[in-house]
T-cell receptor, first 116, second 109 residues
């Protein structure tokens, strides 16, 4: 079992640049979650998808953030333009349905993003 | 306001010294409470799900319990390999997830 795969593992870029984070969920999982983790705020849910459809994006901080899931095996989180306060570790997680109650989420190892 | 608070922020134990981590929550309605373990540079790893007050789950040296206001993660006779950050998360009846900021546990040989 390959687990949730995220890329890149580390990203350093300058303020104003576009950043794209990628996620491959576990095969067969129909829920996909994007989180952001910082020391100050801990782990925050940004958005989640069910069967490739965004269900709740209320955690997306601003219009600079967008997420897509074009198919069951791939999702992206894009920040455009990036700002230093976006620096954090971004995690992707996936699970089986019914994801919200009794199925655990499986997390990738995250992308550490630094915006200079 | 819905929120999850974990305490202490950090805990240092001698190997074999049992203790408990706390997760207090306030949500309009609870669908489930989750415990995860996170190692440095890794994503959270699922440990337990609890659904109702009085429920208990065990795994090796860990036992999770749940009341109407809080959950405890009891660690019995910890070993150095139990060192990690332990995260608590709550799923509300409004289908909102809330994570605590975690307890960083260090077990000294």
């Amino acid at each position: 079992d390959a687990g949730v795969i995220q890329s890149p593992r580390h990203e350093v870029t300058e303020m104003g640049q576009e950043v794209t984070l990628r996620c491959k969920p576990i095969s067969g999982h129909d829920y996909l979650f994007w989180y952001r983790q910082t020391m100050m705020r801990g782990l925050e849910l940004l958005i989640y998808f069910n069967n490739n459809v965004p269900i709740d994006d209320s955690g997306m901080p601003e219009d600079r953030f967008s997420a897509k899931m074009p198919n069951a095996s791939f999702s992206t989180l894009k920040i455009q333009p990036s700002e230093p306060r976006d620096s954090a570790v971004y995690f992707c997680a996936s699970s089986f349905s019914p994801a919200l109650s009794n199925q655990p989420q499986h997390f990738g190892d995250g992308t550490r993003l630094s915006i200079l | 306001e819905d929120q999850v608070t974990q305490s202490p922020e950090a805990l240092r134990l001698q190997e074999g010294e049992s203790s408990s981590l706390n997760c207090s929550y306030t949500v309009s309605g609870l669908r489930g409470l989750f415990w995860y373990r996170q190692d440095p540079g890794k994503g959270p790893e699922f440990l337990f799900t609890l659904y109702s007050a009085g429920e208990e789950k065990e795994k090796e040296r860990l036992k999770a319990t749940l009341t109407k206001k809080e959950s405890f993660l009891h660690i019995t006779a910890p070993k150095p390999e139990d060192s990690a950050t332990y995260l608590c998360a709550v799923l509300s009846t409004g289908n909102q997830f809330y994570f605590g900021t975690g307890t960083s546990l260090t077990v000294i040989p």
